[in-house]
């Protein structure tokens, strides 16, 4: 399976968009550990342990193994998850960027030695430093682009052509630098409003998401901001939080626990609601016995909602729509793109509808005739 497809199953599977960045600091280390000889390995094999089927990728930061002479622990590690837990990705953090040569020697690195499903680089010296990469098409390529620093701002918001440097990068990545379809973006969690205009410019590719958990970036804004309409779309990265949520014995337990609050925090939330381009704008004819609804201006009175009442708001457009556009089964407050599916059935309408009556008639009220 290509990156892109295991990265597709492990959503679906663990119904997960957390990714566990595996930063092994001997100084945080539990105590039991500390001194062993082994220690970064069995360590990082615990929270594997105990993280797995809560996941949809591991991430090892390389300079945290190679700082301790202890690339041959990461390389132990990652056959490790491959064979102990297969179907879960592995991205190695770091962060190569150098011209085309040196960049050969640095994917052979990446994907034959260390077995990485994917690697994540910088894209300051252009397409040629990238392609060395992109020669194994079945490898993520995962490029900076909104980082989650304070000092990113330095370069990544300097104006090219009238749009800053970052939305420069997301275009090239999202057209003519993924031409195996390959690539992800990292856009950092402490920047929600820039992940909209990432996600807006690159549609449904992968985002690899770092800063909540110890740095700080707002879980909602964040999966409001970049999840798709699909419900997937990110690997929202957290490390320390997960990592030393405990120093004593139970280190892992402690991880596991920690990791699952942060994957339940993350369901919490759908994607921030869009008009589908798919959806005429015009108004649209219900049955013979309801009348024509401005569409638009209906839509601008729920976007105003508050996410649950949004959510009920868009029921009750979506029920007077039919027969015509219908609904899937476990609508999730996205309105469907694309040919109609099953209507669901009116026992489950009348439960939906039931439970947010003032927001109902609110909704109703707000279609108004041409």
Not at 26 to 39: F, H, N
Not at 137 to 164: A, E, M
């Amino acid at each position: 399976m290509t990156f892109t497809e295991q990265l597709a199953a492990a959503w679906q599977r663990n119904d997960s968009l957390l990714c566990v960045g595996l930063d092994p600091d001997p100084g945080k280390l539990p105590l039991s550990m500390t001194g062993t000889g082994g220690a970064i390995f069995s360590f990082c094999r615990e929270i594997v342990d105990a993280t797995a089927d809560l996941v949809c990728a591991f991430k090892p930061q390389i300079a945290y193994f190679a700082a301790q002479r202890a690339e041959d622990q990461l390389e132990q590690l990652i056959a490790y998850i491959h064979d102990a837990h297969p179907g879960i990705p592995v991205i190695l953090d770091a962060k190569r960027g150098d011209i085309g040569s040196t960049a050969q020697q640095y994917a052979i690195e990446a994907f034959e030695r260390y077995r990485a499903d994917a690697v994540t680089v910088n894209p300051y010296m252009g397409l040629d430093s990238l392609e060395p990469y992109l020669a194994y098409p079945d490898r993520g390529v995962i490029v900076l682009c909104r980082t989650s620093n304070p000092g990113g701002s330095d370069v990544q918001f300097l104006p090219v052509d009238g749009k800053p440097v970052y939305q420069v990068v997301a275009e090239a990545a999202a057209t003519r630098w993924n031409t195996n379809g390959q690539m992800a973006l990292v856009v950092g969690a402490t920047f929600p409003a820039e992940i909209a205009k990432v996600r807006e410019i690159v549609g449904d590719m992968p985002l690899l998401i770092p800063g909540i958990g110890a740095q700080g970036g707002d879980i909602e804004a964040t999966v409001r901001a970049g999840r798709t309409g699909a419900g997937a779309g990110m690997m929202i990265n957290s490390s320390r939080a997960i990592l030393y949520a405990s120093r004593e014995k139970d280190f892992a337990a402690a991880a596991r626990n920690v990791a699952l609050q942060t994957r339940e925090i993350i369901n919490r939330f759908p994607a921030a609601i869009r008009p589908p381009h798919a959806w005429p704008q015009a108004s649209l004819r219900t049955s013979s016995s309801r009348p024509r609804i401005a569409y638009s201006a209906a839509w601008r009175r729920i976007c105003c909602r508050s996410p649950r009442k949004r959510c009920v708001s868009i029921l009750v457009v979506m029920r007077l729509l039919q027969p015509k556009h219908t609904m899937p089964t476990g609508f999730s407050g996205v309105p469907p793109v694309g040919p109609a599916t099953p209507v669901i059935d009116s026992a489950t309408w009348a439960r939906l509808l039931s439970r947010a009556p003032s927001a109902m008639a609110r909704a109703t009220s707000s279609l108004t005739a041409p």
